[in-house]
């Protein structure tokens, strides 16, 4: 039998594929194991910013750029205050993360980076084909997500699709100890549309405008809407962008878990790893390394119970109810954080409530167009 040119091929060196070779790397159980991290870019550019909750202190607190203890939810009718203890909202930069990250991992003999662009995979010969070289493995890890996804009509997608932009102003108009979650009072037709904003100091901030729809749009339209809420809202005249993001994540209840096999892990978005509700995915993907690296050590496959299906009939439901009715977005979210605590709804999304708290939170959503998802879904 010809070796193979590495025990596992990562295909992809963002978010999840980096996170999985860190973790590989720290295991003495993966000594000696030749690793390739195949990736098209260089990742030298801070592409996204990425948040998350946690308690505490965490792995990536010596990284993260900013953190916040109080937030905002403000719709067209009500603004609450969201005092998030014990828990911290942090902000990392993408830039921060890979250069960490790459300096880590390219002082270890056993991992090696590739800049090429993998075409195909053929799980026969245990190969992927590049556009430069192919590269035999073992086993692939593959963060491509696969096209039928937008195709399949059994499935709900719905997009999270946003502009950021960073801007510096003259004086003093953001208080830097509170960010804003949501703010629904810029309006795009009858979407499901908000301004995000994340302040770094008094005269600094990411301000995003951000849609969860079926759709995606110009980007004309971030541009126009972020500039009537800087106007409007915050009531700035003069300011300076520093730096801009966009970026499309699929939220979808497509089974992404079918193309995972004994020779292929799909990880990352292909895994079905950003939340489907949400669109969060920094640290559920730390948790689903832990237990794929897990499932290994255990000799069972790598995806194995990677998914919780309870959870993902309730992602289902909700990404069916904005799919069918968009326009009932701001209302959800309204009643999401203003009958729920923030406590409560970091704990449900982190998939770590009981059945109980989960009937609570559902029923907090209630509108007629959830039993017809419901019924559709489960």
Not at 27 to 43: H, N, Q, T, V, Y
Not at 71 to 96: A, C, H, Q
Not at 271 to 284: D, L, M, P, R, T
Request: overall charge negative; proline content about 3%; hydrophobic content about 35%.
């Amino acid at each position: 039998m010809i070796t193979p040119d590495y025990y596992y091929v990562i295909v992809g060196g963002g978010l999840a594929g980096l996170q999985l070779a860190l973790r590989i790397n720290r295991d003495l159980f993966f000594k000696g194991k030749k690793i390739a991290i195949i990736e098209p870019s260089d990742k030298s550019e801070n592409d996204k910013t990425w948040c998350f909750w946690e308690e505490g202190r965490g792995n990536w607190d010596h990284l993260i750029s900013r953190e916040w203890k109080r937030g905002k939810f403000i719709s067209s009718e009500v603004s609450e205050d969201l005092d998030l203890k014990p828990y911290s909202y942090k902000m990392l930069n993408s830039l921060d993360f890979y250069d960490h990250v790459k300096a880590e991992l390219e002082s270890s003999d056993d991992i090696f980076f590739i800049q090429d662009k993998i075409t195909r995979i053929d799980q026969v010969t245990r190969t992927a084909l590049g556009e430069n070289a192919k590269y035999t493995a073992t086993h692939f890890f593959d963060s491509r997500p696969p096209s039928e996804f937008e195709n399949d009509e059994k499935c709900a997608v719905i997009y999270q699709h946003f502009k950021g932009i960073k801007i510096k102003t003259e004086n003093a108009h953001f208080d830097p100890e509170v960010f804003t979650m949501m703010d629904y009072r810029i309006k795009y037709k009858e979407s499901t549309c908000f301004t995000y904003i994340l302040p770094t100091s008094k005269n600094e901030a990411l301000v995003e405008f951000t849609f969860f729809t079926p759709y995606l749009t110009e980007e004309a339209v971030y541009d126009n809407k972020l500039e009537e809420y800087i106007r409007d809202i915050l009531n700035i005249k003069n300011y300076e962008i520093i730096e801009s993001e966009k970026g499309v994540i699929p939220m979808t209840d497509y089974p992404f878990h079918k193309f995972n096999t004994d020779y292929l892990t799909r990880i990352g978005t292909a895994g079905g790893w950003v939340k489907a509700s949400s669109g969060y995915s920094f640290k559920n993907t730390e948790t689903k390394v832990e237990q794929l690296i897990d499932n290994i050590k255990s000799g069972l496959r790598p995806s194995a119970n990677l998914m919780n299906k309870k959870f993902q009939r309730y992602d289902a439901i909700f990404l069916d109810v904005l799919e069918k009715r968009n326009d009932l977005g701001e209302s959800l979210f309204t009643k999401f954080y203003t009958k729920n605590s923030i406590q409560d709804i970091f704990r449900f999304l982190d998939e770590e409530t009981s059945f109980s708290e989960e009937l609570k939170i559902m029923m907090s959503l209630y509108h007629p167009q959830f039993l017809k998802s419901f019924f559709k879904k489960i």
